[in-house]
């Protein structure tokens, strides 16, 4: 069930942390599309030292981001788990020269600072040798030998007791993250796509997931079971239905790489975010570290300057909803729990005023939340005893504008009151 706290967080930060980082490759995509070698590719291990990992700091970071919750990938695709799991010795302390179990320090620390703690677990294993041994919905394809051997058996034979084997393998590491690291918030599950609901065992696996917790937040990558949406990377144009939550990467990468430069300016990442709020949802930041622990300064950037900027306007963030329609406003906009004052984000800056239409209220007053400034405004248009609101122009020049996306605070006579019609033809003036 999603809880009132991830409505409310607007912000997370995700966090691709794996041995992937060693090459600077991308996440287990790498070598099941060939790009490298299984055994290259598992050659990272040697490679991952979490030398100058620090949970703290990274807690720190989080939390001056101005993020709520935090998701670490726990296990990629790949099966190498991030921590002292039992049930495999696919993991950073037997297999690497960290020897450190990442989830617990991270774990740790996130809850220490009051972030809400999240994992991420990856369904799919390609590393499993039970994992490969049905098919998607039970279907044995026209020709087999053309499936991933990583995924499916290429012969053409399903063993089901395998499979039920390897369910029984995930739901072992799944009640090791979900009980040996204290309350865990939120599991952030990947990889549905390559089974079906039937036979990933739903919903009798999400009442087993929160029988540990049953505060547990699942997100909605179980085949229609989860708890909310998880648009990735293309910003949604519709609002998505319920609860959701938009992840996206700083460049284009997961994961560290270091050759990926196509970063997203800090600008962008704000006007991302106000767009998220502003439709009712999150968004889910994500990072990639490199193998050290450290953070790459472009990402490290993007978080403080994305915070600088929550930390301004934090009253137009957090604790408020969904804000009014484009059709309203060119922009985007929040709206204060008690419904009596709108935020409008005015994302360019403005020749010479800011349009809202459709607006039933009276504004009381109208402050630049970053400078305190007030700005007037004038109505134009409007048929009262039609109750056809006018059109406000706040009027407001570049000089007001934030170096990012500015806020206008709208204070209101009464809760927020939008006309929704098409007009009509004034019969007596
Ligand atoms: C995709 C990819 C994966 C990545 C995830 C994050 O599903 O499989 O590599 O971790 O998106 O949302």
Redesign the pocket.
Known sequence: MVQKWFEEAKLGI?I?YGIYAVNGI????SFYNGRISYEDYMKQLDGFTASKFDAGQWAELIENSGAKYAVL?TK??DGVALWDTGFSDLNVVDKTPAKRDIVKEYAEAITKRGIKLGL?Y?LIDWSHPDYPSVYEGGRVPDDPGAANPFSYPTDGIQDEERWQRFLEFNNNQLRELLTNYGKVDLMWF??DWERSAAQWNLPAFKTYLTSFNPELIINS?LQGHGDYK?P?QGLPITRPEGPWEF?TTINRS?GYVPTDNHYKSLNQIIRMFCDCIAMGGNMLL?IGPREDGTIDKRQEDILLGLGAWIRTHEEAVYGTGEGIHTRYYLGGSTVSKDRKTLYLFVYDNPKESVCLKGLANKINKITVLHSGKELTHEIHGGVPWFNIPGTAWIHMTPEDAHENVTVLKLELDGELDMYGGSGAVVTHN
């Open positions: 995700f691709h991308a996440e287990s995509w990938t990629h695709h991420y990856s990947d990889g990558r998880t990735e992840c997961w994500d």
